[in-house]
């Protein structure tokens, strides 16, 4: 898998609104990756210019990623 199937792979789960999915793409991740995503996530709910079904799996990623693991 090449670095561009990779990168559509990892934001089609994060953007999924599938909890488990999020949360194993996102455990793929080193600790400054994570951020990035996260500013990615705060931006995409912030800006305008994103599909509304966009805007929604942006925020629910970022819900449930800055709401900590399950449990």
Same mark, same amino acid.
């Given at each position: ?21 999020? %949360?194993?793409? &996102? ?8 951020? *990035?995503? !996260?500013?990615? /996530?705060?931006?995409?709910?912030? %800006?305008?210019? &994103? ?8 925020? *629910?990623? !970022?819900?449930? /990623? ?6």
């Amino acid at each position: 898998m090449n670095e561009t199937e990779f990168l559509d792979k990892f934001w089609e789960a994060i953007l999924s609104e599938d909890p488990d999915r999020i %949360q194993r793409a &996102w455990s793929t991740l080193s600790r400054s990756d994570q951020q *990035a995503v !996260l500013a990615h /996530l705060e931006a995409m709910s912030d %800006q305008e210019g &994103w599909q509304p079904a966009q805007l929604q799996a942006a925020r *629910a990623a !970022l819900h449930l /990623l800055q709401s900590g693991p399950p449990g």
